[in-house]
């Protein structure tokens, strides 16, 4: 199956500062791309789904101001979480897809807000 | 609305079939999924069905499709150590999103 990367796999970070978070899709060019949002021991929840060219579409109560989505090519995606505070820390997923085709997901990146 | 609900733990003996099971809400959803999530990794798709479909087996995998009741399971057959994952049901509302479950934790022991 085609490939999702995510950089970092793991993050620490103070209270106050911005934490940015890559998503590559590796084999394939993904004309859109999905941002979750995992709790320890809860489900996956859609954050924002994004396509190449254009702004990202927010679930409601995701700040978009908050988490900032760019998906600038058809290989990456990146979410800045910006002023990050310790009730953002998580563990945040991507996936990737080519046009209605499966999504992948990429292997999610912890981060931690101290 | 869209909610999607999973028992929340599995526990079985290795060699023993397994069964995981999930109620959906939306029945428009043309395809319902089944992923495995193993620890600090992303999600692999295990196998998904087609709403007009009743049953899909693939290898150890059998899937169940209840649309009346929207209940949808999953059979692992001979559940080997290496089955134990958390496995997240996912109903596809419509082509962009995917809805998941709660999630139900395997562990397998010897």
Known sequence: GAVVSQHPSWVI?????SVKIECRS???????????????????????????????TYEQGVEKDKFLINHASLTLSTLTVTSAHPEDSSFYICSARSGFNEQFFGPGTRLTVL | GEDVEQSLF????????????CTYTDSSSTYLYWYKQEPGAGLQLLTYIFSNMDMKQDQR?????????????????????????????AESPNTDKLIFGTGTRLQVFP
């Open chain 2, 61 to 89: 995998l059998t899937v169940l499709l209840n649309k009346k009741d929207k209940h949808l399971s999953l059979r692992i057959a001979d559940t080997q150590t290496g089955d134990s994952a958390i496995y997240f049901c």
């Open chain 1, 26 to 56: 590796l084999d394939f060019q993904a004309t859109t791309m999905f941002w979750y949002r995992q709790f320890p021991k809860q489900s996956l929840m859609l954050m924002a789904t994004s396509n190449e060219g254009s702004k990202a």
């Open chain 1, 13 to 17: 970070c103070k209270s106050g500062t």
């Open chain 2, 10 to 21: 599995l526990s079985v003996r290795e060699g023993d079939s397994s069964v995981i099971n």
